[in-house]
């Protein structure tokens, strides 16, 4: 969408009435499928709530919406990862992305049998069910790439907006949006205003977010150019191999808890306090992240009154230091050693250079580690000179998500990022004996 005339900052481009938008409270409230659509939301999530009647509306084509519904992605028109083959999901394997769209994938597969099989089980008797869950996955694909979070009697709630809806992303937009009432209906509306004086000819544009490009790609559909946002190269980085479950509990932390089970209790810990990361013992790090790296202010707020760990480097710099440590030579107990030691990491924020640089480079070797994995090759790359290939698109997008997850393992595992975040100098020379000694 491009501008047909100049406009001046702040000018209202376009409202769009909120009556005309599709969100979960329209959902719930419908006189057919409402209730089923309301245990989707409960089961499922207010996500299966929209994407339910989104399909339902799809299926019926005298749907009060259908002008609008036209407009959205289909199997046909669109590349999203929910309609890739699994031979296409495996490109991502080694990235974060992959856990990620496998997620997504798993979750739209729960809410389209829910659904199927209650909101929508008309819907089945007349279509069948193939074209039902079509019609979900479709749905979901809208919702994924296209809704926006807005509020509604204080709470945020999902939505599709037409017209708004059809904004591409910027790290520079050119309008911003916001709730307005129309002056002379005194309707409740989205208003889409300039932002700064903008000439005829300007693609009108929003910004989508500072998203990890994993966001962008599996939601969204796309992956913005090369660190145009720095805070979207990005990975999830695991200290610890996956699937131990003392490290995923969501019980409560405590001081018993700690001297038993130190990392268990770190895991609840940053849970509880809400980390970037959705996975305890999992950190997400990014370009920016490493770009204003201290290791000194990681310190300090972790010796803070408040007790808070501001971000996932402050957490994955606590857990390397639990994870690091050592004998300390007292003749004491392992578990009674490594319960002081937690206590002290926990009070201070840690234990001394030694623990330190035994932290840091447990996270280059991490580092390092999930490097390694990405520069594998994926199956699903090597089948694509077979009869069956891949698609291009496919291709290309998993490519920019391994480039994109890649520069932040490298200033990982190459850099003096790691020695910054243990305030350790020299580490670049430390970091190289400990690969030679290896």
Request: one cysteine or more; proline letters at 4%.
């Amino acid at each position: 969408m491009y501008l047909t005339e100049a406009v001046c900052d702040g000018a209202l481009l376009f409202a769009v009435p909120m009556d005309a938008a599709i969100t979960m409270q329209l959902a719930i409230s419908s006189p057919t499928i409402g209730g089923g659509l309301a245990t989707a939301w409960q089961e499922c999530g207010e996500r299966a709530a929209v994407a339910g009647l989104v399909a339902h509306a799809q299926l019926h084509t005298s749907s009060q919406f259908q002008p609008y519904l036209a407009t959205l992605p289909s199997r046909a028109s669109d590349s999203h990862m929910l309609w890739w083959e699994e031979d296409e999901v495996e490109l991502l394997a080694g990235t974060s992305a992959h856990d990620e769209c496998q997620s997504l994938r798993v979750e739209v597969d729960a809410a389209a049998r829910l659904l199927s099989q209650g909101a929508l089980a008309d819907d089945v008797k007349a279509y069948g069910e193939e074209m039902v869950l079509e019609a979900v996955r479709a749905a979901y694909v809208s919702v994924f790439s296209r809704s926006f979070r807005i509020d509604s009697d204080g709470h945020e709630v999902i939505a599709l907006i037409p017209i708004l809806d059809s904004l591409q992303h910027s790290a520079t937009p050119t309008v911003e949006y916001y709730f307005g009432e129309h002056l002379e209906t005194g309707t409740i509306c989205i208003e889409a205003h300039a932002i700064g004086d903008q000439p005829a000819g300007t693609e009108v544009t929003i910004s989508y977010g500072e998203h990890p490009d994993m966001i962008f790609g599996c939601h969204y559909g796309f992956v913005p150019p090369a660190m145009e946002q720095r805070a979207s190269c990005y990975t999830r980085l695991r200290l610890l191999e996956a699937g131990n479950a003392s490290l995923e509990s969501e019980d409560e932390w405590s001081q018993a808890r700690l001297r038993a089970e130190p990392l268990g209790a770190l895991a609840a810990y940053l849970g509880a306090l809400g980390t970037a990361s959705a996975y305890p013992l999992l950190f997400g790090v990014s370009i920016e992240d490493l770009d204003t790296l201290s290791g000194t202010e990681i310190d300090d707020r972790l010796r803070g009154d408040n007790e808070k760990v501001e971000s996932d480097l402050e957490g994955l710099a606590m857990c390397a230091r639990l994870c690091a440590l050592s004998d300390d030579g007292s003749g004491e107990s392992d578990a009674t050693q490594s319960a002081a030691a937690a206590l002290d990491v926990f009070r201070l924020g840690n234990l001394g250079p030694h623990n330190d640089l035994d932290a840091a480079i447990l996270v280059a070797s991490a580092a390092a580690s999930q490097l390694s994995m990405l520069n594998e090759k994926p199956v699903a790359e090597a089948k694509a000179v077979q009869p069956v290939a891949v698609r291009p698109e496919c291709m290309a997008m998993a490519s920019a998500l391994r480039r994109s997850e890649a520069m932040v393992l490298c200033r990982l595992c190459e850099s003096d990022d790691v020695g910054s975040m243990f305030g350790i100098a020299g580490w670049a020379l430390a970091w190289k004996a400990n690969l030679n000694s290896a």
